[in-house]
């Protein structure tokens, strides 16, 4: 009776498939035997709603001129359950916790190019570059519009805001933060940084969540592969969505590669940010660049 109610009553299908996210519409499919249509699965089996609970927040970061760094070895992992969920249950189940990276910055113009910062400044140009202050819901509503008021509280989950929304600071150390606009088992972090600088690009990353973004299951296997290491990369911006492939690199000295590098690329048209994370007191790190 599903069955002929989801093929042949198209208002029970199309209200089923509004109220059910992506991998739920996956496995129903399989359980029924049936496939989408091209618009349907455009519509309904999106990636970002099977990974946030509400991806309009990251519309609003596209829509205002944002770039959105995902990245993580689960996102080929997600991608596949959507096509073919048998294999993913038999293999993790239904709780298996999946990790996934956002990064998202926004673009400021210098006289001579455009840089990359991890900072959105509401604020007026006298103000700019000046460390962001916090403000409460209420002073917000009295100091902005309504539009951008809202927008700070939303974005302040994500990217640093000038001025920032009271208390969404972890406590003045910049790093990856849970970000609670997840589905069920999947675990979120965005790079929350406490610095105005806009030149601040190398991003410190924790072994656990190095070993999350190249799907290793123990430190050795994440020091033992490091000349291997590679990841699922997306970029999103208000022109579409970049699909690259986000590889480790495992090197000696490379705070001080990775600033000589920045600054002979200085003027070019690449925008780069740098994760890391220092594996062996001799400063050999791996490292991965996000462009």
Same mark, same amino acid.
């Given at each position: ?8 009553? +198209? ?12 991998? #739920? %519409? ?26 946030? *609970? #509400?991806?309009?927040? %990251? ?12 990245? =993580? ?19 993790? =189940?239904?709780?298996?916790?999946? *990790? ?14 455009? %840089?990359?910062?991890?900072?959105? #400044? ?38 640093? !805001?000038?001025?920032?929304?009271? =208390? ?16 069920? *088992? ?24 190095? &070993?999350?973004?190249?799907? !290793? ?8 592969? !490091?000349?291997? $290491? ?14 690259? +492939? ?5 090197? $000696? ?8 590098? #920045? ?7 690449? +925008? ?16 991965? &660049?996000? +462009?």
């Amino acid at each position: 009776m599903i069955f002929y109610a989801f093929i042949h009553v +198209e208002p029970f299908k199309r209200t089923l498939l509004q109220y059910l996210r992506p991998f #739920d %519409i996956a496995k129903l499919l399989e359980a029924l035997g049936c496939s989408l249509g091209t618009w349907e699965r455009n519509n309904h089996m999106d990636l970002l709603d099977d990974i946030f *609970h #509400d991806s309009k927040e %990251i519309s609003l970061i596209r829509n205002l001129g944002m770039t959105v760094r995902i990245f =993580g070895a689960d996102l080929g992992i997600l991608e596949s359950r959507l096509k073919n969920p048998r294999p993913y249950l038999q293999e993790y =189940g239904e709780t298996h916790p999946l *990790h996934v990276f956002v990064l998202v910055t926004d673009t400021i113009s210098n006289d001579t190019e455009q %840089i990359s910062t991890m900072v959105r #400044d509401f604020r007026l140009t006298p103000e700019l570059r000046t460390a962001p202050e916090d403000m409460s819901v209420n002073e917000l509503s009295q100091n902005f519009s309504p539009t951008t008021a809202t927008n700070i509280s939303t974005l302040s989950k994500w990217i640093l !805001c000038a001025p920032y929304l009271a =208390g969404s600071l972890p406590k003045a150390i910049p790093g990856w933060v849970p970000v609670f606009n997840s589905q069920e *088992h999947v675990n979120v972090w965005a790079y929350i940084s406490t610095m105005p600088d806009t030149n601040a690009r190398v991003l410190h990353m924790d072994r656990f969540l190095m &070993r999350q973004v190249f799907g !290793c299951q123990n430190d050795f296997e994440l020091l033992s592969n !490091c000349d291997i $290491l590679k990841a699922k990369y997306y970029a999103l911006d208000r022109y579409g969505k970049h699909v690259k +492939e986000l590889r480790g690199k495992l090197t $000696l000295n490379s705070l001080h590669d990775i600033f000589a590098a #920045d600054q002979a690329r200085r003027g070019t048209s690449i +925008e780069s940010f740098t994760v890391y994370n220092t594996v062996h007191p001799l400063n050999s790190s791996i490292f991965l &660049r996000l +462009e």
